[in-house]
């Protein structure tokens, strides 16, 4: 009896140590899958939240951060030319030693060092909505910087043809323009003055920026309309501007006044139902945040990318 006691009492401490080395392995396992998991931290730096637009991009960007459960911080201008106000963001991300910067810039000159030196301290950057200009990242030693948004020249350019093609007699247009150091306003500019050209009863009488910014493009309009005389077509560079070329006509009581915007905001739509706004473009702003969180989490994961340049698709809104 004494031996089949010590033989059972044996056989236990042989299975507690195989349950305890076990264990032990579990926990090394989790371990090492916790190690090669780290949780990102992405920030996405947007010009401001006072145009809806950005609204919508952070909720695409917010789609991603719940499908790879990274650690998403936001941070915006107060306005959309608060060019030092990102620049002092992207500082302070740098000192917080965020792994990623996913950015729509304010301007594309001025961000350019500032993200040279994020990128230098090991930082991700991407690129969405305004382009980075190239030769100031060159400049800088900004490389391999992927850019997302859309076309924004071809955009531009269906909305302002939508109006333009519509006239049978001959025809003041003008362009309000956002910010002129951006590379977007250049491109919506370039897109809407080339579809102006296209038509000959079409004379582009004026060029004028407002800053993306609805009181600015109230009182351009003011003072293109009071410089011209009656103007036929207006092609504003986002929805912002041309909601106060929207006021100015609804306070003159003015009527057969195109108007064209750029972003199909929500009360756009509005607007395009009762006549007020010709066209807009959906440039896809979810789907740029929601990609550009996306390409930073491929680049921390080492992920070889198809192509730095991605355009997305744009989006002609009309009243027909």
Not at 135 to 156: M, Q, R, W
Not at 162 to 180: F, H, L, P, T
Not at 186 to 214: C, H, T, Y
Not at 283 to 303: H, P, V
């Amino acid at each position: 009896m004494k031996l089949i006691k010590i033989v059972i009492i044996i056989m236990l401490i042989g299975l507690i140590a195989c349950e305890v080395s076990q264990d032990n392995n579990k926990i090394k396992e989790t371990n090492t899958f916790s190690n090669s998991n780290k949780k990102y931290k992405i920030a996405l730096v947007m010009k401001t939240l006072t145009n809806p637009f950005f609204e919508t991009m952070g909720k695409g960007a917010r789609k991603a951060e719940l499908e790879h459960n990274i650690d998403l911080i936001v941070k915006t201008g107060s306005q959309e030319t608060a060019i030092n106000q990102q620049v002092s963001i992207i500082r302070k991300l740098i000192e917080d030693k965020v792994d990623a910067i996913v950015i729509a810039p304010a301007d594309s000159y001025q961000l350019v060092e500032i993200l040279a030196h994020a990128q230098k301290e090991g930082i991700v950057i991407v690129n969405i909505d305004n382009k980075l200009d190239t030769e100031t990242s060159a400049k800088y030693h900004l490389t391999d910087v992927p850019f997302i948004s859309v076309d924004n020249e071809e955009g531009a350019y269906l909305a302002t043809k939508y109006i333009a093609d519509q006239v049978n007699k001959v025809s003041r247009a003008v362009v309000i323009e956002g910010i002129e150091a951006t590379k977007n306003s250049q491109a919506r500019k370039a897109g809407a003055i080339r579809a102006f050209q296209e038509n000959p009863q079409v004379v582009l009488v004026d060029v004028k920026s407002a800053n993306w910014k609805i009181e600015e493009a109230y009182i351009a309009f003011h003072d293109l309309w009071k410089k011209h005389g009656f103007i036929d077509l207006v092609f504003c560079a986002n929805d912002m501007m041309a909601y106060g070329v929207v006021k100015f006509l609804e306070e003159n009581k003015i009527k057969n006044v195109k108007l064209a915007g750029f972003d199909n905001l929500a009360q756009t739509a509005e607007y395009i139902d009762n006549g007020i706004v010709s066209a807009t473009i959906d440039q896809q702003a979810f789907e740029q945040g929601y990609q550009g969180i996306n390409t930073a989490i491929k680049l921390l994961n080492k992920e070889e990318l198809e192509s730095l340049n991605v355009t997305i698709d744009v989006k002609l809104i009309t009243d027909k």
